[in-house]
């Protein structure tokens, strides 16, 4: 059984359970230039503080054991650290010639930590989803408001970019592509495009993708203009066995989104919302109970088949999230009759 099919089987049977945020969990390690740094950058010429994506090289022991947290609040499906891991966003340190390395330790500190877990859960099943994120470059949108005609990077870049990444995910062993918080369409099918070019290339079994959007505000649209329907239809192509929201929003400003993509999609819904909004102070507010009541009256509905939780969320949100889960039946797929 390929592991799209494997999946399928377990998202007609249960609501899925997505990971909670992976910065909010470094922040709370408290670490420093040198801890960023380790050994192999010691002498980097930049400040790296703040490269989250770098600690799977120079603290692969926190990684592990943040992903281990969230498998056990009860996790099915855990992320790479690997949000900013590719090439164009990693310039921003200078360090493009480790796009691949970072991605390859992302993925052996993600698998550690379901091999841990499974030693402990016999028959476990746990997926480890490879973190695509949107990159630090838009493909529709300018940088300068004199010149909107005008773009930061190309197409091809991207592709290029999505590409080395890709690569390293799925050679170290990832079960699923993850090609999240989009905010430029064109951005993500740049993504989209690099997958398949990857699978192309490699003739290997292709691995299932799930895409996940962010509405920006309360438009209704992502940053680059798009409705949901417009997004959903734009994205279709990948034949996802999942799309959905993550992001931007906490889970009651996304109820009404939710429920829209619910009627729309053709394939199993993802929400992965924010701890609520930021406070004054940039922080999260929202209680574990608080977060779970909200996307349980999601499944109540049966708008969704996958949940978890994004920006300012925490293993006990997590947990709190799939025992709630864990009364509901997953959103049923509407049939597709072909004319």
């Not at 380790?38 to 400040?47: I, P, R, T």
């Not at 209680?287 to 920006?311: D, H, M, R």
Request: include cysteine; charged fraction near 20%; aromatic fraction near 8%.
């Amino acid at each position: 059984m390929t592991k799209r099919e494997t999946l399928l089987n377990l998202l007609a049977n249960k609501i899925l359970i997505i990971d909670g945020a992976m910065g909010t969990m470094i922040q709370c390690y408290k670490l420093e230039e040198a801890d960023y740094r380790g050994e192999q950058f010691k002498n980097w010429h930049l400040d790296v503080k703040g490269n989250n994506d770098m600690l799977c090289i120079t603290q692969p022991q926190i990684i592990q054991a943040i992903h281990r947290e969230y498998l056990d609040a009860g996790a099915d499906i855990i992320e790479t650290n690997t949000f900013n891991a590719q090439k164009v966003s990693l310039a921003d340190y200078e360090m493009e010639a480790y796009a691949d390395e970072v991605n390859r330790a992302a993925v052996k500190a993600a698998r550690a930590a379901v091999d841990s877990y499974k030693a402990d859960h016999p028959g476990a099943q746990k997926f480890v989803a490879g973190a695509i994120g949107p990159m630090n470059k838009t493909l529709s949108l300018s940088p300068d408001v004199n010149n909107p005609g005008y773009r930061a990077i190309t197409f091809d870049e991207v592709a290029d970019a999505y590409y080395e990444q890709i690569k390293a995910l799925v050679e170290e062993g990832v079960d699923i592509l993850l090609v999240e918080t989009i905010f430029d369409t064109l951005n993500a099918k740049a993504a989209v495009y690099a997958i398949e070019k990857y699978f192309n290339d490699t003739k290997i079994e292709k691995l299932p993708v799930m895409i996940s959007g962010t509405i920006t505000d309360a438009s209704g649209r992502t940053l680059s203009g798009q409705t949901l329907e417009a997004f959903y239809v734009s994205m279709m192509h990948a034949n996802p066995i999942s799309i959905g929201l993550n992001c931007a929003l906490g889970a009651e400003q996304m109820r009404p989104h939710i429920e829209e993509l619910a009627q729309l999609a053709a394939c199993n819904v993802s929400a992965y919302p924010n701890a609520g909004l930021p406070n004054a102070m940039g922080e999260y507010d929202e209680t574990p109970e608080q977060t779970a009541a909200i996307v349980g009256s999601f499944a109540q509905n049966g708008w969704i088949n996958l949940v978890g939780g994004c920006c300012g969320t925490t293993p006990p949100h997590i947990e709190a999230i799939a025992k709630e889960m864990s009364k509901y039946q997953p959103r049923e797929l509407p049939e597709v009759v072909l004319a």
